[in-house]
């Protein structure tokens, strides 16, 4: 695997006098409708944004995500000073600094930490510096190496997660059914959430499994964000030029012949 | 038993001809800092507010009880808005106003629960409101969702009995304080709330565990524990609104106190 041209791994050589402006309105994501979180973020991200599974184009995987936005490039919790939420994600956070492959090693797998150097806050006067006068990581740079750090090491739980999810069956399409003033119901499709009569009826040897794996939690947890559709909708009635009479969550769009899947 | 002077069951024939004046920003609540919450609510509430336990006001036995915060102070609700609050949700004990559940007064059984009707309150109006029955005295659709509201807090008052049985039974709740720091670096603490303990909740064995899960009790445990993150939200809205001057703050969960007995 290759990194992107504009994303290298940072090197205290390379990146010596570099810096990091910080973005209160963390801009790069001003266009995207969601984020990847960790598990250790559902609570945090479930008490402004709705929580859902989306499978990522190209991937076969579920991946836990924030919602910030009904469709592609639009994000209704952006605000110029600080987002509309109590929480921004953790990644949103780390920006310009990503998680990437090693481009000084051959190790094709081999991960590490990166600088999105197409970032407009990645300059030489202004913000954080990466490494000091004699090039060791600043605290800037260190916080952003244990935060990714965390990320990297959450994603496996992640993976264990939707595993067990999986092998449970207990994924299931969430749609939310726009309805505007004079046009048709439109369909938002592509999410899952987890089917809550399942989960409640399962049998107790599973449930043990997942409540000692700290999964049950994490499942009534997404299972409630789900409500943060209204505080998604609330805000896209006050940004987005749509006037929507109506909108409801469907969790059973499978009754349809035509599902997402 | 017999309601308040003010209180009076509705009835056609005695409010046939009164109105409800529309209340978009709930003005009656804009002075509360605390509403209780019913458990099927939960969700909702937790959405947007944090919900905790505290000790009900003059209640017998110390009855505990949850509530979501709007305030830190008596008085002060940082969600009101003139316009809607700034919420995706309002509790039920807010929306049922100026209703509320009360004993019939129109028959002899003493322990009959009706519709009541807070007669002094000013949105009880004579003209310009919404009407509470038809020219032809039958219920309206206003009056009917208004049954809806006190039915399920009266339902949902029962379940959070049962639920609040089985808290203390396992004795699962713990302190939880609010250190709010001025910028003059002077400190209060917001006490007399609690907590579900995360701990306690974890170190339940299987069969208590499987019993508050078929019951939908150990959701609702993990719901009001994810709540307390919408401090966070208060503290924003407090701070927007220049609340003290604005203030850092940190919640503890847990500290070195006691949790009071079981009721």
Known sequence: ?261 | MKNQDNIETVDNKRHGKLKIKLNVDQAQARDQNLVSVVLTELNACASNFAVVFIEVPESENKRIRPVAVLGLRPGENVYYNEAGWDTTYIPLMVQRYPFIVGFDDRVEDPNQLATCLIRNSPMVVEADGIAMFTETGEETDFLKSRHQILGEIFEGERAMDDFMQRVHKYDLLTPLEIILQAKNGEMRKVTGMYTISMQKLKELGPQVTQELIDVEFLPACYLILGSLFQLHRLMQLRNKQNVDGGLDYRIDVGPQTQPPAAA
């Open chain 1, 1 to 261: 695997m290759k990194n992107r041209p504009n994303i290298e791994s940072v090197d205290k050589n390379r990146h010596a006098g570099i810096k990091v402006r910080f973005d209160p309105d963390y801009a790069h994501m001003k266009t995207q409708n969601l984020s990847a979180i960790t598990m250790s973020e559902i609570t945090a991200a479930g008490s402004s944004f709705p929580v859902v599974f989306v499978k990522l184009p190209q991937e076969d995987e579920f991946r836990l995500v924030a919602m910030f936005g009904l469709t592609q490039g639009e994000n209704v919790y952006y605000h110029e000073g600080g987002w509309d939420a109590t929480y921004v994600p953790l990644t949103i956070q780390t920006y310009p600094l990503v998680i990437g492959h090693d481009d000084r090693t051959d190790a094709p797998d081999q991960l590490t930490v990166c600088i999105d150097r197409n970032s407009a806050r990645v300059n030489q006067t202004e913000g954080d510096a990466l490494f000091d006068a004699k090039g060791d990581a600043t605290e800037f740079m260190k916080s952003r190496l244990m935060a990714l750090h965390d990320v990297f090491e959450e994603e496996k739980r992640a993976w264990v997660f939707i595993s067990k999810l999986r092998e449970f069956d207990l994924l299931t399409p969430l749609e939310v059914v726009v309805k505007p003033v004079g046009r048709d119901v439109r369909r938002i499709t592509g999410m899952w959430t987890l089917n809550r009569i399942k989960l409640l009826n399962l049998p107790a040897a599973q449930l043990q499994e997942l409540h000692k794996q700290n999964f049950l939690s994490a499942c009534y947890l997404i299972l409630s964000a789900s409500f943060q559709f209204h505080r998604l909708m609330q805000l896209r009635r006050r940004k987005v030029a749509e006037n929507v009479e109506n909108y409801w969550i469907d969790l059973e769009p499978q009754q349809r012949p035509a599902a997402n899947g």
